[in-house]
């Protein structure tokens, strides 16, 4: 297991932005796909936003154009830039990475928490 770590989540109004990073303890090979979910209280955890191994980016419809994903390779780390926050948007935000490497592997951090205020 690889620790994830992630942070810059906290409370903010609503049009605010907040910026998740999520940080590997030591590089990690055979990366196939980076993302973003989130769970909201008595919902299920869903797909935010992800990255290929290739850069190709993918988003759920609810925040296209607000958010962007990112990396940096030789950080470890990912990014997610939320802009024009809406209260819809709370939520624990979890990073995932997943890959092969021997065996696939699947990583997920302790999760975020954001909150949107009116």
């Known amino acids: 297991q690889v620790p994830l770590v992630e942070s810059g989540g906290g409370l903010v109004q609503a049009g605010g932005s907040l910026r998740l990073s999520c940080a590997a303890s030591?590089?990690?090979?055979?990366?196939?796909?980076m993302g973003w979910y989130r769970q909201a209280p008595g919902k299920q955890r869903e797909l935010v936003a992800t990255?290929?191994?290739?850069?190709?980016?993918n988003y759920a419809d609810s925040v296209k154009g607000r958010f962007t994903i990112s990396r940096d390779n030789a950080k470890n780390t990912m990014y997610l830039q939320m802009n024009s926050l809406k209260p819809e948007d709370t939520a624990v935000y979890y990073c995932?990475?997943?890959?092969?490497?021997?065996?696939?592997?699947?990583?997920w951090g302790q999760g975020t928490q954001v909150t949107v205020s009116l």
């Open positions: 990255i290929t191994s290739g850069g190709t980016t």
């Open positions: 995932n990475i997943k890959g092969s490497l021997l065996a696939p592997y699947d990583y």
């Open positions: 030591r590089n990690i090979p055979n990366i196939k796909a």
